[in-house]
């Protein structure tokens, strides 16, 4: 015997039920049109009597003004006119009536009632013309509306006109009666479809419940036993369908499973014990990298040489001939030895306490000079040379920052950027606002980056450096800086050899009385800085 599938079942039922909508549907959108086609034609054919109306007082200003005097009359007729015929009048708003289909009679009456108009206002001119310049005979002068042939023309327009207007008004009741035709008509569907439909859902109903809420009752009874851990009561479906199958399934799915628990519990705890040997591991790569405190000596001694050099300097400077410019220089350069030095050290020490997550101090900081500063730096890395920078702030923009940690940032994406590129790359550097956030972008034009290496790049001790020299430290440390300001730091690249594009986001925090527009009061836009690092190391 062939099971009966439970699509098979569905599928008669959907298609039931798609029936019973599109004839409900169905009837309810042919009363909705009718009805709005109706209410339509109504609506235009009312502003058409509104003109028509207008076109009835006009033509009643014929007998206004001066008796003896046809201008009056002359305006009449030509303000009737331009009604009739203008570019807004009677005869253009009817065309555009019938084109649409909103015209019940398809503007049989009006077709035949403008040119009428028309003829009996011309008729009408023509007469008040005539009497104009034919001057009367005799004593008693008759005015010119009252002139016989006059007043004949004028009567023949005026019945035209009101004509116009029972045909407008025969338009909208005809109208209204095809309206309730419609909805009767709409009513006598909707109401067969909805008993149809609720005598289709009862009987669903009742056949659903059979072949599928009974089903589906004891499958979630036979999970919830086998969640709280009962394996040996098998499921029961003799319903012939799908749901039948999923049971058989599920009966032998759970022997598997009862098998198979045991070891899968081993597995968990084995893998559980992986990952604290793994997190223990990187502990220790964290505390591996305590070891840079050696370079503390070295650097202590750079410090103290270049200390005692700017002492001497400052003798022998005091005593000779050499240039102001040359010894400004001088005493500039080694104030950066000693400001980096020092600086160096204060990354030791961050690799020495990296396990302490402590508050870092945060002062409102000059982010433009920030960058600038490290862009002076980065100028005689050996990286450099052959290379372009080009740096354009949107404005002096303030942040509450560790300044030394920030540097380090920064420095840290700009060395990046100049080793993934060859000579000739350039390195983008803009500075904005968005969402209360400072942003910081860099997008080189180097060696670009793989979807792997993007997934990866703030990994401790991960790195592709192109010169093979990274320790793959550097982004790491970034990652937890920026994270540690309440900001985040974004990698992106099309792929490699398409460049790579870093952006850093920074919460803004104004320092009192700073303002961030760059034309606030005081303060003057500061130009973007473009740098080009030549082939020496020591390029101004």
């Not at 080793?419 to 390195?427: I, K, P, R, V």
């Not at 920026?482 to 803004?508: K, M, Y």
């Amino acid at each position: 015997m062939a099971r009966r599938r439970l699509r098979h079942k569905l599928m008669l039922g959907l298609v039931l039920v798609a029936g019973s909508i599109g004839l409900l549907a169905s009837g309810t959108a042919y009363g909705i049109y009718t009805y709005y086609v109706s209410v339509k034609t109504i609506d235009r054919k009312v502003s058409e009597l509104a003109i028509v109306t207008q076109m009835i007082g006009a033509l009643n200003t014929f007998d206004q003004g001066d008796p003896n005097n046809g201008d009056g009359c002359l305006l009449a007729i030509d303000s009737t006119r331009a009604l009739l015929n203008g570019t807004y009048g009677f005869d253009q708003a009817n065309k555009k009536n019938v084109q649409a289909g909103y015209d019940p009679d398809d503007g049989a009456q009006e077709s035949f009632l403008i040119p009428e108009l028309n003829r009996n206002l011309d008729a009408l001119q023509k007469e008040v013309n005539d009497v104009i310049q034919k001057p009367q005979s005799g004593s008693t002068t008759v005015a010119v509306r009252d002139q016989e042939q006059v007043r004949r023309e004028y009567g023949s327009a005026r019945r035209t006109a009101e004509n116009l207007r029972h045909a407008l008004l025969d338009d909208i009741q005809k109208s209204g009666q095809e309206s309730f035709g419609a909805i009767r008509r709409t009513a006598w569907v909707v109401g067969f479809a909805m008993v149809w439909a609720l005598a289709l859902v009862a009987t669903m109903l009742y056949y659903f419940r059979v072949w599928m809420f009974a089903p589906i009752r004891e499958l979630q009874a036979g999970v919830q036993r086998v969640q709280s851990g009962t394996f040996d009561q098998p499921l029961t479906l003799t319903s012939g369908d799908e749901l039948q199958e999923l049971a058989d399934e599920f009966n032998a799915m759970v022997a598997r499973l009862h098998a198979v628990y045991a070891d899968l519990a081993r597995q968990v705890n084995e893998r559980s014990r992986q990952l604290v040997r793994s997190e223990r591991m990187v502990s220790v790569g964290f505390l591996a990298a305590g070891v840079a405190h050696e370079i503390n000596n070295p650097l202590a001694s750079i410090l103290f040489c270049s200390e005692a050099l700017e002492r001497r300097l400052q003798d022998v400077l005091a005593s000779s001939t050499a240039p102001p410019a040359e010894t400004e220089v001088l005493t500039r350069y080694l104030k950066m030895i000693q400001q980096e030095a020092l600086r160096c050290k204060d990354i030791t020490q961050k690799l020495l306490d990296f396990s302490r997550t402590g508050e870092r101090t945060k002062d409102p900081a000059d982010l433009t000079g920030l960058v600038r500063g490290v862009l002076e730096v980065a100028r005689h890395l050996p990286s450099s040379r052959g290379k372009g920078v080009a740096f354009e702030p949107a404005g002096y923009i303030v942040a509450p920052v560790n300044a030394q940690d920030l540097k380090s940032v920064i420095l840290n994406l700009v060395v990046n950027a100049l080793d993934s590129m060859e000579d000739g790359g350039q390195l983008g550097i803009t500075l904005g606002t968005a969402g209360g956030y400072a942003e910081l972008i860099f997008a080189d034009t180097g060696c670009g980056m793989a979807p792997e290496v993007l997934q990866n790049i703030f990994e401790p001790f991960y790195t592709k450096s192109r010169t093979g020299k990274g320790t793959g430290l550097g982004l790491f440390i970034s990652h937890q800086i920026v994270d540690q300001h309440g900001g985040t730091i974004t990698a992106a690249s099309a792929g490699p050899g398409t460049g790579s594009t870093f952006t850093v986001r920074i919460p803004l925090q104004l320092a009192p009385g700073v303002s961030d527009a760059p034309g606030s009061e005081g303060d003057s836009e500061p130009a973007p800085t473009v740098l080009t690092f030549p082939g020496s190391r020591t390029a101004a």
